[in-house]
């Protein structure tokens, strides 16, 4: 993947990873609540791309993204989306697919609930956008670093790995870091996720009209697998599918299984 | 030298095992806990404490606002307040303040100051916190990155509605008012002095310095921690070309005076022990939602406390390292007026919140320490600041002619 840099309209500045070839049809991946990690390659995305020409965009107050002041509520949000995906020269007849997990299945499902008909297909994994109250979400934004290990992956290797600041035996200046990043992330991410990640996303939903596909990870301890039936509810015409061997970090902990699903249903 | 009589008003029955059985002090300490039939007395006798320390001399009573907190049963310290504003006559009722993001609209806070303010006849300190996280955020649920900016409008629209003799319409981010007319205003002009609560975020200094708010660091830490603290907030006032009156900065200290050092330990000992061991029992994880403090703010905290290792230890509160420490000022007369000197001193404060009440303190205990304070340390202390005695910039300027509240039922008791 190659990096480069966008300036929206509003005034944020945004780091996308662009992969794949030239001429593949588009997908632009929306990154989950810690963002866009290290991996080694290859990753969901480097999976995506030996097929699609994928785009994934940080969002402001992620890494190296800026502007994160000018985002303040879901609104802000969706329409930040739609001035990327306008940066990146990615509307009709370009229509990309739409893949996002975690918060950013929120923002692609708020984005898609706006204009339906500009998104080719949408993926879900693992979203945030819904809340039900005999399932809560557990208080993420009361997590102490570590705790973000051990809820948001299945392999606490990988969670070391991936997320070295926030593990037990990190040294004081990777948690530094990790705490600093995690106050802008998580900083941003409140706007639309604090105190209950919840910002009536469901009444809008009758507007999805776009085929989707929503994925669930079977050992989710972030937002269980039970919202799965959740979003079945609300968009009957959506596939759902549950994989194993992974936490909310899904992309990260199977990347193989979750982009052949992904491609599988992009066809 | 100015002296505010304060308490938090803690639960005083939290269980032995509190620590060891419950996460936190603070956010999710079940209400189980709290028995309203023991909660009379406790309000009773907590509200009686403040009105005597009107009656020993003190120059302020002080309360605050906390949110399901098991050290501070203050939700609305303006309840408080107005009990105080009726039952006491002289001194300043110092309300620590309001959480002004946490009302809506805020120009409730308006309102509620400026009846207080005329109930009291000019008496009402008006603090204006930004709150902690564990109240504003966790338990009020405001969103942390966006807190800041709601309290600065919040501000701005209070101090604009004291100002305002027509009204006017307010269309802020967070509050859309079309017609802004505080009925009643403060009698204090142009506003009661204003004090500014705060915990050690670089921005809340330039704040009071810019706007001449007393800063007031409400710590549990006592003064040889807040040192380096202070400091910093002394050389932000000093760059930003204000004079270095020591009535721009206030400081809250644990003290527990008796006739001798060792009968200070015998009396207080438990006491003060039941507040930091169990009362200061917050969960870490509440201390800090990410985007409540700036990164600069950030960069400047111990992470120590984050560490899974951390989290199994704690080291149990002694009377010898609290007192060692300065977080608490105990002994004798002659030792409490020598260390308070100290911290008047090296802090450079003209305002001092004495915490004569703590944790789980009896009612005559408080009342020996309280009175021994304003009898045997107080008298010493009021000329530490020679030069600026006659600054009363943040101060109250009471009405000379008040009316005193009939005194009907108490004659009947």
Same mark, same amino acid.
């Given at each position: ?5 966008l ?38 995305l ?8 994928v ?19 879901m ?193 | ?6 308490? *938090? ?7 032995d ?6 996460? !936190? ?28 320390a ?15 907190? @098991?050290?501070?049963?203050?939700? !609305? ?13 002289? !001194? ?6 309001? %959480? ?7 120009i ?7 009846? *207080?303010?005329?109930? %009291?006849? @000019? ?33 701005? &629209? ?40 705060? @915990? ?7 704040f009071?310095v ?21 400091? %910093? ?12 009156s020591?009535?721009?900065a ?18 207080? !000992? ?31 905290? %111990? ?18 390292g *609290? ?23 090296? &802090? ?6 004495? &915490? ?15 009175r ?39 004659g009947?008791?």
């Amino acid at each position: 993947m190659i990096e480069r840099w966008l300036h929206t309209g509003r005034g944020a500045r945004v780091r996308v990873l662009e992969g794949g070839p030239a001429d593949g049809p588009p997908l632009v991946f929306l990154h989950g609540l810690v963002g866009l990690l290290d991996d080694t390659p290859p990753g969901f995305l480097d999976h995506l791309a030996e097929r699609y020409r994928v785009y994934a965009p940080e969002l402001p107050g992620y890494g190296d993204s800026h502007g994160e002041q000018l985002l303040e509520d879901m609104l802000d949000f969706s329409l930040h989306g739609w001035d990327v995906l306008d940066g990146l020269g990615l509307n009709s007849p370009r229509r990309p697919a739409l893949v996002g997990h975690s918060i950013g299945g929120m923002i692609a499902a708020e984005m898609t609930c706006l204009a339906p008909g500009a998104i080719a297909k949408l993926v879900l994994v693992d979203p945030f956008g819904l809340w039900l109250d005999e399932h809560p979400i557990p208080d993420f934004f009361a997590f102490l670093p570590f705790e973000f290990g051990d809820y948001l992956f299945d392999d606490a290797r990988r969670a070391t790995e991936l997320l070295a600041g926030a593990t037990q035996l990190a040294d004081p200046e990777s948690l530094r870091q990790f705490f600093i990043a995690n106050a802008r992330r998580l900083g941003t991410a409140g706007k639309i996720l604090f105190p209950i990640p919840n910002r009536r996303l469901s009444k809008r939903l009758y507007r999805l009209t776009t085929e989707t596909l929503v994925v669930w990870a079977e050992h989710d301890r972030l937002i269980p697998p039970v919202y799965a039936q959740h979003w079945q509810a609300l968009l009957p015409h959506a596939q759902v599918k549950c994989l194993p061997g992974a936490g909310h970090m899904l992309p990260y902990e199977q990347p193989r299984a979750l982009a052949a699903e992904v491609l599988a249903f992009l066809g | 030298m100015k002296f505010t009589w304060f308490n *938090l008003m803690p639960w005083p029955y939290l269980p032995d095992d509190f620590r060891q059985t419950y996460r !936190s002090v603070w956010v999710d300490i079940p209400n189980r806990l709290y028995d309203p039939v023991r909660g009379h007395a406790v309000y009773h006798e907590y509200m009686d404490q403040l009105e005597y320390a009107d009656a020993l001399g003190y120059d302020g009573i002080g309360v605050n606002e906390h949110h399901q907190n @098991g050290y501070g049963l203050m939700p !609305s310290p303006n309840i408080i307040a107005a009990t105080l504003a009726r039952r006491t006559s002289r !001194s300043a009722i110092c309300v620590i303040g309001n %959480s002004i993001a946490l009302y809506n609209p805020p120009i409730r806070v308006a309102e509620e100051f400026a009846m *207080l303010d005329v109930i %009291s006849g @000019g008496r009402l300190v008006a603090g204006f916190p930004v709150g902690t996280p564990m109240d504003t955020n966790f338990c009020y649920g405001q969103i942390p990155a966006l807190t800041r900016d709601k309290y600065a409008e919040a501000h701005e &629209l209070i101090m604009r509605a004291w100002a305002a003799e027509e009204p006017f319409a307010f269309d802020g981010k967070y509050t859309q008012l079309r017609w802004v007319n505080c009925w009643p205003k403060p009698i204090q002009k142009p506003h009661p002095p204003i004090y500014i609560p705060g @915990g050690g975020s670089v921005e809340t200094y330039d704040f009071c310095v810019d706007h001449d708010y007393n800063y007031s660091y409400l710590s549990f830490n006592g003064y040889l921690a807040a040192k380096t603290l202070m400091d %910093s907030y002394w050389e932000r006032v000093a760059a930003r070309g204000k004079d270095e009156s020591p009535h721009r900065a206030a400081f809250a200290q644990i003290i527990a005076v008796a006739d001798t050092d060792a009968d200070a330990e015998r009396l207080y !000992s438990e006491h003060i022990l039941y507040f930091y061991n169990r009362c200061l029992h917050i969960a870490p994880a509440f201390l800090d939602p990410p985007g409540y403090r700036t990164v600069d703010t950030i960069k400047a905290t %111990s992470l120590t406390r984050l560490q899974r290792q951390t989290q199994r230890e704690f080291r149990e509160a002694t009377w010898k390292g *609290l007192v060692d420490g300065g977080m608490v000022i105990a002994g004798s007369p002659q030792t409490v007026r020598q260390r308070m000197e100290e911290l008047i001193k090296t &802090l450079h404060v003209g305002h001092v919140f004495c &915490l004569l009440h703590t944790g789980n303190q009896t009612d005559e205990k408080t009342r020996h320490n309280s009175r021994l304070f304003a009898t045997e340390v107080m008298p010493h202390l009021r000329q530490m600041w020679p030069e600026w005695a006659n600054d009363d910039r943040w101060w109250i300027h009471p009405l000379a002619d008040r009316v005193t509240p009939e005194a009907s039922l108490a004659g009947q008791r």
